[in-house]
């Protein structure tokens, strides 16, 4: 595979932010002005063919996570994926939920917000902590019915030890929530291998698919006790039946999909899945953590540079973030991005995040333009 020829960056653009939102592959961005094209001169008299290949992106999804067709669904994004776990769960006043500090809001906000149903949520600290799972498993007691958790952190990096906190969430009864947006795409998942119970993603991170379209999956026992507050023609057995007047949910997790699909969304998320899926998910993480591993080898070796994502090699994950000792966060981004250096400013730090394509001497004129 050539991948010069799937991705079209603009001359001298250092492209390290795909931890934010990444750039389209070629084959996404041709699929999506085709479907526009069609759809400006034909409308939707192809409607059926546009199913398909939703159809087929629910399939690359489910191939993804190790899961079934039959638990995905497609929402409009991670905090709504959340949202719908959150509200949905069967709570009781005065049970809690464990969390981490360092949570992006999105996997913050929805639980704090349960607050009002005499929720509580219980807060880890992992930076620095010598064991960041054991931080976590920590807080829980009798009355935790719910442990979430980012697979990685989004400011510094920190790969999470999912199969452990699956088990130790399994062995005391407490439902496991990943959200898994800066991992999937980027980092292999297997579901039933991390005894996760709910896992949600968005697709315009390590995915490369446009935004407005995230992946939820529910474990199957969890499908029905999952209170419905989205409603709509879409979200019942009877989908397409429009004169039916007695309707129950779906039994498949289309029953969380409660209007008209964004079909735009699935063909350009479908191409960039089959990009993935030929180049090869273990070869795309060998590719990312090489990348990331000469990062934090440059980095290290640079005495005005201060690394502030985890060395080690378990906890490495697509993010990389530093610092300039002798620049505040923020003026090192302005000195970056006036550079060509497309990075977020995260985690008290600058924050890199190439992906699998990005060549090597990208890395390298990156960081020589953070000490310039």
Known sequence: MNLATE????????YLNHAAVAPWPRRAAQAVARFAAENAHE???HYPRWLQVEQ?????????????????ALLKNTSEAISVVAFGFPWQAGDNLVLAAEEFPSNRIAWQ?????GVECRVA???GAADPEQALLD???GRTRLLTVSSVQYGNGLRMDLERLGTACRARGVALCLDAIQSLGALPIDVTAVQADFVMADGHKWMLGPEGLALLWVR????????LYQYGWHMTRQAGDFDAVDWQPADDARRFECGSPNLLG???LEASLSLLEEYGIERVHDEVLQRSAYLIERIRAMPELELLSDPRPERRSGIVTFLRRDMDQAQLHRHLIDAGVVCAQRGGGVRLSPHFYTPLPVLEQALNAALA
């Open 113 to 117: 917000a349960l607050a009002r149903l």
């Open 125 to 127: 600290h992992l930076t």
């Open 266 to 268: 699935a063909h350009g």
């Open 43 to 45: 409308g939707a008299r």
């Open 56 to 72: 087929r992106l629910r399939e690359r999804l489910a191939r993804l996570i190790g899961a079934q067709v039959p638990d995905i």
């Open 7 to 14: 991705f079209d960056l603009a001359p001298g653009l250092l």
């Open 139 to 141: 807080l829980i007691d």
């Open 220 to 227: 199957a026992e969890w499908r029905e006790r999952l209170a």
